[in-house]
């Protein structure tokens, strides 16, 4: 059999153990000694079953109780100054309280900091915390948890390969957080901190070292690709005789090839999901002394692996390289993909026939294994008949009933550029919305959710075990949603929410009530910390059969003479959170997906619903990591929007929220979106973010900047929030800035809720009188 190469496991357990670990500690219902044994037991676990599989590589050091480049910033003693307070309150090695703090911030005991940046990893749904560096950072070894995890494994038997974020990416990954530097050039104080690293773990017995550096397969310029190889130099010579194995994901590596085939080092991973025609290139380039591994199972959605297209790229492989240079893996981490298919039961979320279709990480763990056997010609009987089960399984997906509509593909496919235009230009809408709102400067809003209490997941859970009946639950969903309005209107918000208390998630709740959709018990992905989301998966064409949102929404807007938002989500966003088929263009998905959000936004509008948001924080992280693929995808991703929102009168107010986002080189096609209102995250970063909205392109329709982080447990003061908005109107016409949250408040607990949003009122208060 071909060596296997994984490069890394879901750490949240099957059943969301971590989750429900971390909250249990945060909320000090449990000790850390009961913590650390909960992920003690993940790893194992994952060991095991990778060992079980007989995979030749295996990882350590991928486990994290928050975020792996947290992880690292720790390791490395990139902790930002302002918690040096806390350094003198927290001791210990890796301190998972100071931990923590770095993650959520920290507010007790005389101490209020806040919570470092967060942003996506990558093109991905998962978000790390972002490396805050200055012009005179220090580096230094101050955590050894990657040794203490590959110990952990060495000691029951099992040698594992310890992953590390490479130091050219981690610095590109991170933020200056003073003027007059490039982050980059702070290499050369961070390489001896990982020669240590490095030298550590080859003492400690490791044969292999796996180094992640993705930025080989991105735009990197001249400067940055003459670091790699001295880095990787410097890096080999500290690991003796230890492996190094250079590891690039999510995308081919196109000019890079060259640079990235030629590193001193052992083995070179390459994607080959995402970049699936770079191997007709990269074979005739490959050093006589490199290993390749072939990323041939996706790492990133839920579909079963097509064996005979994958053995068709290892072979191609094998024939230029030979057996012992061939290295068979997932394309990426399987991080961003559920446990364990074998869980899911339920047939009416998820019917057999599309169950059939597809493989979480377990199942993609054996896709490898089979995908190495077979091509190493000695097949054993068993994977014969999974290879045949395989094709079978494909042959399926693709004659399924289930799958198409023509009724579906025919609306589609009439779309016009008309059906992506509002009626009049934001000018004049914005003057009807005023006659017809009488909105006060510095408009109060927030983002939709309200708290989701143990109670109101126990009603969902009850109505679905059949505890309570349906006419308990729309209830108790009906007095949790006005008791949500009153509380906004005795806080004086100006344009309010009706809570949301009866959804689940903002996007498998629409998955829900859309054609085209299955759904899993377990799928669970982890988004950031403790936050995990449960991807619908779209396995056929979609429409909306009948309303989704008017009900909950109507009866919220008869309790108040203020005006109450009709919550969406968008077209792009629901595309993007959910498991999204891979047989037809991403764009056709997102158009289907678009024209029934369009229905539903029609059907809130004649319900009397005049104010209506369409989220969209999907929308910047579906970009393209490379910049000349971006335009294509910002033109259909901009007109979805548009086609999900424009057929309205001009006295309707389209709101749209993003979180999490960098928006400078994309402003102009955000603005594009004509949206007469965009929210946008901006706390944790002070406004910065808000510079891309008033540079050289002045943004023209309102703008929302979150004024506090509700990722957050602490309630920031009245103060705080006047001195962001100061810092808005700075950059932003008074006229156009709105006063809200960065997100929405699901997960947090009403008491700080209450408070913060107090606050808020009172912050725009202050600044209507200035």
């Known amino acids: 059999m071909l060596t296997t190469n994984n490069l890394g496991y879901p750490r949240v357990g099957p059943f969301r153990e971590l989750k429900k670990a971390n909250e249990a500690y945060w909320a000090k219902k449990i000790s850390q000694e009961e913590l650390l044994h909960t992920a003690k037991s993940i790893r194992e676990a994952n060991w095991k079953l990778q060992q079980d599989n007989g995979f030749t590589l295996i990882p350590s050091n991928d486990f994290s109780f928050y975020d792996q480049v947290l992880d690292l910033s720790l390791t490395i003693g990139a902790i930002p100054a302002r918690y040096q307070s806390l350094l003198n309150k927290i001791d210990g090695d890796y301190s998972l309280d100071l931990y923590f703090a770095l993650a959520r911030g920290f507010q007790a005991e005389g101490v209020d900091v806040t919570a470092m940046e967060m942003t996506k990893w990558f093109d991905t749904n998962y978000h790390y915390m972002v490396p ?78 796996q180094i992640d550096e993705p930025y080989l397969a991105l735009d990197i310029d001249e400067k940055v690709k003459g670091l790699y190889k001295t880095v990787f130099e410097k890096l080999n010579a500290a690991a003796g005789n230890t492996k190094l194995i250079a590891t690039t994901y999510f995308e081919a590596l196109k000019d890079n090839e060259d640079l990235a085939l030629n590193l001193p080092v052992h083995a070179l991973h390459i994607d080959l999901v995402r970049g699936e025609d770079q191997l007709d290139t990269i074979l005739a380039k490959v050093p006589a002394s490199l290993t390749l591994s072939l990323g041939v199972v996706e790492g990133r959605n839920i579909w079963k692996n097509d064996y005979e297209k994958s053995l068709s790229k290892i072979q191609q492989a094998v024939d230029a390289l030979g057996k012992d240079r061939v290295w068979v893996a997932p394309a990426s981490s399987l991080l961003h993909v559920p446990f364990d298919l074998d869980n899911e039961t339920n047939e009416e979320s998820l019917p057999a026939e599309v169950k059939n279709w597809l493989a979480f990480a377990k199942q993609k763990l054996a896709e490898v294994k089979d995908l190495a056997t077979l091509a190493d010609g000695d097949v054993d009987a068993e994977t014969q008949k999974r290879f045949e089960s395989n094709k ?32 009049s230009v934001f000018a004049d809408r914005k003057a009807a919305q005023q006659e017809k709102f009488n909105l006060p400067a510095f408009a109060t809003t927030t983002i939709g959710s309200f708290p989701q209490t143990k109670d109101v997941r126990k009603w969902r859970a009850d109505l679905k075990k059949g505890a309570i009946s349906q006419e308990e639950y729309d209830k108790a969903i009906a007095e ?37 959709y299955a759904f899993t018990q377990y799928g669970w992905v982890q988004s950031y910390g403790s936050r995990c989301v449960k991807p619908p998966v779209i396995y056929g064409d979609v429409y909306r059969p009948a309303d989704m949102t008017v009900r909950w929404s109507a009866y919220a807007q008869s309790l108040t003479n203020r005006p109450v938002k009709g919550m969406l989500t968008g077209p792009v966003t629901i595309l993007q959170w959910s498991f999204v088929r891979n047989d037809q263009p991403r764009s056709t998905t997102t158009y289907q997906i ?18 209506i948001q369409i989220d969209e924080p999907a ?31 001009d006295d309707t107010q389209i709101h749209t929220h993003m979180c999490y986002s960098e928006f400078n080189n994309v402003i102009e096609d955000i603005a594009a979106m004509d949206a007469d209102v965009i929210t946008i995250e901006t706390s944790r970063s002070q406004m910065k973010l808000l510079n891309a909205f008033a540079g050289d392109f002045k943004y023209p329709n309102d703008i929302g900047p979150g ?3 509700i990722h957050s447990p602490r309630v920031p ?33 009403w008491p700080e809720t209450k408070a913060a949003l107090e606050s808020m009122v009172e912050a725009a208060k202050i600044l209507r009188a200035e």
């Open 707 to 709: 004024v506090y982080d």
């Open 132 to 209: 805050e560096f200055t012009k005179n950072q220090e580096f230094k070894l101050t955590s050894e948890k990657f040794l203490k995890e590959y110990n952990e494994a060495k000691s029951l038997g099992i040698e594992t390969k310890p992953v590390l974020i490479g130091p050219i990416t981690y610095l590109l990954l991170g933020k200056e957080k003073e003027e007059g530097f490039d982050r980059i050039d702070l290499i050369e104080r961070l390489l001896p901190v990982y020669e240590e690293i490095v030298s550590k773990l080859a003492a400690a017995g490791a044969q292999y070292i």
């Open 392 to 423: 079978a399984a494909a042959e399926s997906r693709r004659t399924s009933p289930l799958i198409h509509k023509p009724e579906v593909k025919t609306r589609t496919s009439n779309i016009t550029d008309d059906d992506a235009k509002r009626t």
């Open 480 to 516: 949790e949603t006005e008791n949500t309005i009153r509380l906004q209107e005795q806080l004086d918000i100006d344009v309010l929410v009706h809570g949301e208390f009866e959804r689940n998630d903002m996007v498998e709740y629409f998955g829900e009530q859309l054609a085209g």
């Open 594 to 611: 678009a024209l029934a959000i369009l229905d539903e936004v029609q059907a809130l509008e004649k319900a009397g619903i005049k104010i």
């Open 619 to 649: 929308i910047r992280e579906g970009l393209p990591l490379r910049k000349a693929d971006q335009k294509d995808y910002l033109n259909w991703a901009v007109r979805a929007f548009r086609v999900s929102s424009s057929n309205v009168d």
């Open 717 to 749: 003061s009245t103060d705080e929030m006047v001195e962001l908005l100061r810092k808005a109107k700075a950059v932003v016409p008074a006229e156009q800035l709105w006063v809200n949250p960065d997100c929405g408040l699901k997960t947090r607990a």
